[in-house]
């Protein structure tokens, strides 16, 4: 009898061993929970995690407790890792994902319900992608406007960084959830962002379906931390500097935030990403961003495809918000419209050559000087998302609509009138008359001056500008070249039917005649 109990002793220890061992990490990624949103048709939504080395799991998804899909894998030895990829969904919901490891005879069960098929987005940046809903104008309406809103879903990552980069999430501030004006409206500068929450609930409106929103930013930080060692690598960025002081409140140093609160994102099937950034590198790296802002995205976009098995489109969907106007002293004269330059890789628009695919709201007339989060921060962030949101339809839904403000095409100099003759490749609305907000570079031999360009005529599409005051060689153009060129939406230019304003631009003068040597002022 002795002998027996001792027999069943060890066999029942080693029972109990193995159920532990089984049941050690078995676990879903950190952002796959309760009231989650999955990735629709026609991409497959990527369910991963954590498990017992070669055990089974086996991943159902569920509606009305019933079975509707099965997918089977193994966890991977290496890593303790085991990844399904579902079948395109339709959007709706709501649904069960069922996650069941075996390990001979020992099973466990994992669970998370209400999860929706609809369209993923992420959303990142520094501080002005940070500020809540309680901080934008007509705070207390806009919180109370939920309840139509249950099937826009929101997560946001709390602020991390590592040195190395991270497979899954070390924290989150807020676990997936359903808007309520308390997780919408937390504080200043914590749990959801509104450009992020306004974005989704603008598409919502279109769509009519789902919507996920994963909110990941960090205020004060520059593009360095948010980008890949071998991006930067790859644009010269030097590995020592550090931010002025009076712009950095974050982390600044490379790529600890792609680390720890975008590189666990990888394996996540997304729709597309939106991003609100810049300020912090007006006077840190500043002529780089031209090389660094184009290379996250296409990092971003391959390291996001590759991660979802393919799922996540390669040349995703990637919109941005030109910056802001902001009183800052008189060091950023020149830099705030450069960095607004260089966030298009120096073309004045997207999508181009070297940023395809990518979409952009103007934002320089909608400066607020009385923001009590400083001017840095306008409050408006209701027409900064509609404005991304009219570039999403057009960029990632295919509709046929006006989402960037008029460029001009054609610039012509009437040197026997002293006019600049501008044809824009949209109609214009002229609102108000700018003596100063164009400017001609003016040249003689040895240097340029840049000098006021006064409005003159205009007509549907066209504009004339007097250029009477340049007695030398007329060079280049710009537009709105200063960190502040007009006051609250009250710039002149804006398209007429869809009200966006012109963006900034800066252009060689190239159709002189005899006499004239174009060379741009510096």
């Known amino acids: ?271 597309g990403v939106i991003w609100y950034q810049g300020e912090s590198n007006v006077n840190f790296n500043r002529d780089l961003y031209n090389c660094t802002f184009p290379l996250l995205i296409d990092d971003w976009r391959q390291t996001f495809h590759d991660g979802s098995q393919g799922q996540t489109e390669r040349l995703f969907p990637f919109g941005f918000v030109q910056l802001s106007s902001y009183l800052f002293g008189e060091a950023l004269n020149d830099g705030l419209p450069q960095i607004r330059w260089h966030q298009t890789a120096d073309f004045g628009y997207v999508p181009n050559q070297r940023m395809p695919n990518t979409f952009m709201a103007v934002s320089v007339d909608l400066c607020d000087r009385n923001s009590p989060f400083g001017s840095i921060h306008p409050r408006d962030k209701q027409t900064v998302a509609y404005r991304l949101h009219l570039g999403a339809r057009a960029l990632a839904y295919g509709e046929k609509l006006i989402f960037q403000g008029p460029l001009p095409q054609k610039i012509e100099l009437l040197a026997d009138k002293g006019l600049l003759n501008l044809t824009y490749s949209q109609p214009i609305k002229v609102q108000r008359h700018d003596d100063k907000i164009f400017e001609v570079a003016c040249c003689s031999d040895r240097q340029c001056e840049w000098l006021p360009a006064p409005m003159d005529t205009f007509s549907t599409q066209t504009l004339a500008l007097s250029i009477t005051s340049c007695h030398d060689s007329p060079a280049a153009l710009r537009y709105a070249w200063t960190p502040w060129p007009c006051e609250y939406k009250q710039c002149p230019l804006y398209h007429p039917t869809s009200t966006l304003p012109a963006p900034p631009f800066i252009a060689p003068i190239t159709n002189l005649g005899p006499g004239y040597h174009s060379r741009t002022a510096k």
Not at 45 to 66: F, H, K, N, S
Not at 78 to 97: F, I, Q, R
Not at 160 to 167: G, K
Not at 181 to 188: A, E, F, R, T, V
Request: aromatic residues 10%; glycine residues 8%; hydrophobic residues 40%.
């Open 1 to 271: 009898m002795i002998a027996s109990g001792i027999v069943l002793g060890l066999v029942l220890r080693l029972f109990l061993q193995a159920h532990v061992s089984a049941d050690v990490g078995f676990r879903f990624a950190s952002y796959i929970d309760d009231y989650m949103v999955l990735q629709r048709e026609p991409a497959g939504a990527v369910i991963w995690g954590y498990g017992a080395p070669r055990a089974t799991v086996t991943v159902t998804l569920c509606r009305d407790q019933e079975p509707i899909m099965k997918k089977v894998t193994s966890v991977k030895a290496d890593s303790n890792t085991w990844t399904v990829v579902l079948d395109p969904m339709k959007p709706g919901g709501p649904y069960e994902v069922m996650a069941q490891q075996s390990l001979g005879r020992i099973n466990f069960t994992l669970r998370v319900h209400d999860v929706l098929f609809g369209d993923v987005w992420l959303c990142s940046g520094q501080s002005n992608m940070k500020m809540t809903v309680s901080q934008v104008f007509n705070a207390t309406g806009e919180l109370s406007n939920t309840t139509a809103y249950q099937s826009v879903r929101i997560l946001s990552v709390s602020s991390t960084q590592a040195q190395q980069e991270l497979e899954d999430l070390t924290k989150v501030d807020l676990r997936w959830s359903k808007p309520t004006s308390k997780n919408l409206g937390h504080g200043n500068f914590m749990y959801m962002s509104a450009v992020c929450w306004l974005f989704g609930r603008f598409l919502y409106d279109t769509l009519r379906y789902p919507v996920g929103l994963l909110s990941s930013s960090w205020s004060g930080t520059p593009i360095e931390a948010w980008s890949s060692r071998r991006s930067l690598e790859a644009c010269g960025v030097p590995k020592s500097g550090s931010m002025p002081s009076d712009l950095q409140t974050g982390p600044s140093a490379h790529s600890v935030l792609w680390n720890a609160m975008i590189h666990p994102f990888r394996n996540m099937t997304l729709k």
